[in-house]
């Protein structure tokens, strides 16, 4: 593409940090550069999107990956979650997750193979919320929630949890795991 024409599309959509202009179908979109993975995975083990590895024990609530700061037209959501001590309280393993986006709070528990909790609601899967912007299904032993922006986060039912997150949240999201690489 030529430069005239890469700067004729920049001024017809600007994009977030992170994000290329891309023309799809005679229209110029934004698409992000990469999609972010972070994890939690047995006695857990962390692994954030900026590419940072840690272990902590703790047996709390914590906010794992939230929106902060100016969004300009991102979806918000926030990703927490609860540890538990099996049988040593030297180590935790990831227990209870929580989505809350497109004012719903899904949540992922511990040994609910089959289903999800949905504004307090114990459902069986699949479920679709809204007109597509959230579905949970589940995929072999896993559980795996997916929005419509590229959110996805996965939980086994028992102590892995993944979180893929567009690139477009570049320096948009706070928590234990930030996008910032």
């Known amino acids: 593409m030529s430069s005239s024409v890469h700067r004729w599309l920049r001024s017809l959509q600007s994009c977030q940090v992170k994000e290329k202009c891309r023309v799809e179908k005679g229209e110029a979109v934004c698409v992000p550069e990469y999609t972010g993975t972070c994890w939690a995975l047995g006695d857990p083990h962390y692994h954030t999107f900026d590419g940072f ?95 419509d922006f590229g959110l996805s986060v996965s939980y086994d039912w028992n102590s892995e949890l993944v979180i893929k997150l567009p690139s477009s949240y570049y320096t948009s999201v706070c928590g234990l795991w930030q996008l910032q690489r």
């Open 53 to 147: 590895n840690f272990n902590f024990q703790g047996t709390c609530k914590y906010v794992i990956s939230k929106t902060c700061g100016n969004l300009d037209g991102l979806v918000p959501f926030s990703v927490t979650e609860r540890n538990d001590n099996r049988g040593n309280t030297a180590v935790s393993f990831v227990r209870e997750v929580d989505v809350s986006v497109y004012g719903y709070n899904i949540t992922l528990l511990k040994n609910q193979v089959g289903r999800v909790m949905v504004d307090g609601e114990l459902l069986n899967l699949p479920v679709q919320l809204g007109e597509g912007q959230v579905s949970v299904s589940q995929r072999g032993h896993t559980a795996v929630m997916e929005t």
